[in-house]
């Protein structure tokens, strides 16, 4: 288990949405943006402007009694954009769909979705 950074497909799972989800996160990759974390379809509740340096795979195992958990997700790293140390994780396992609107991403999860608006 570990992390890994985005690069080809040689870590993509069996499941089919991390293969959508990572394409779908490289083109933001270097780009300077906003990010805002959405419940509903106009309910904000967390915005915050970054440049995405890089995207880690990451894979955890987690253990309750004999029961184990395997979580992958991805990790954006942020170059630093004027603001506080912050993390974002994209967990597969909860991913919906990935759609495009000019310089909107939506990427949309089971009980929430990111929109990503790009700037120039």
Known sequence: MGSYVL???????????????????????GCKGTFYLK?????????GSCRVKDILRREERIEEGH??????????????????????????SQF???????RYKVYSFSTYSWMWEEHE
């Open 7 to 29: 690069a080809g497909s040689e870590y993509f799972s069996t499941d089919p949405r991390e293969g959508v989800l990572a394409e779908s996160l490289k083109k933001i990759q």
């Open 39 to 47: 419940v509903g379809q106009h309910t904000n509740i967390l915005k």
């Open 67 to 92: 029961l184990t958990i395997e979580q992958v997700a991805f990790h954006l790293m942020p170059d630093d954009c004027n603001s506080l140390s912050w993390e974002i994780l994209f967990p597969i």
């Open 96 to 102: 919906v769909s990935y759609e495009e609107y000019g």
